[in-house]
């Protein structure tokens, strides 16, 4: 054991046939325009996106996938600012065709969510005030 313990070579890192695949299918897929708007998750309401993460996923699949939902989250909280592009890549092998169409309406949402003094999106405010004033409309 002349070589102190060393390992001799290079590393994948270093050799060009190991170059990153990641890189490579980002290139190749096109994405919305919207994906180039950067998102803050610290004035995102969580808990109303991952209600509705959990819903849409579960229309997706026709049933609840508590680890392809856990993915997401964590994906999400993983940085305070996420790459939907690199979201939309690893969901592909799980929803699909429909990854793009998620993770678009996701980002929309989260995006939303961000410009309200609420965190929530502008959508579900709206969709709340509604109900609201069917319950109103009812008891009268």
Do not use: C
Not at 78 to 83: G, I, K, L
């Amino acid at each position: 054991m002349g070589d102190g313990g060393f390992f001799k070579g290079t590393s994948s890192e270093q050799d060009n046939r190991f170059s990153d695949k990641t890189k490579k299918q980002l290139k190749n897929m096109s994405f919305p325009s919207i994906f180039n708007k950067k998102v803050n998750l610290k004035k995102v309401h969580m808990p109303t996106l991952q209600q509705w993460i959990s819903k849409k996923v579960i229309e997706i699949l026709g049933m609840e996938d508590d680890v392809l939902i856990n993915y997401i989250y964590e994906t999400l909280e993983e940085t305070h600012s996420p790459d939907p592009k690199l979201l939309q890549l690893n969901l592909t092998g799980f929803l699909e065709k429909n990854a793009g169409s998620f993770v678009k309406e996701l980002w929309e949402r989260i995006l939303s969510a961000q410009e309200n003094p609420s965190g929530i999106p502008t959508e579900d405010i709206e969709r709340e005030l509604r109900h609201q004033e069917e319950l109103r409309n009812k008891k009268e």
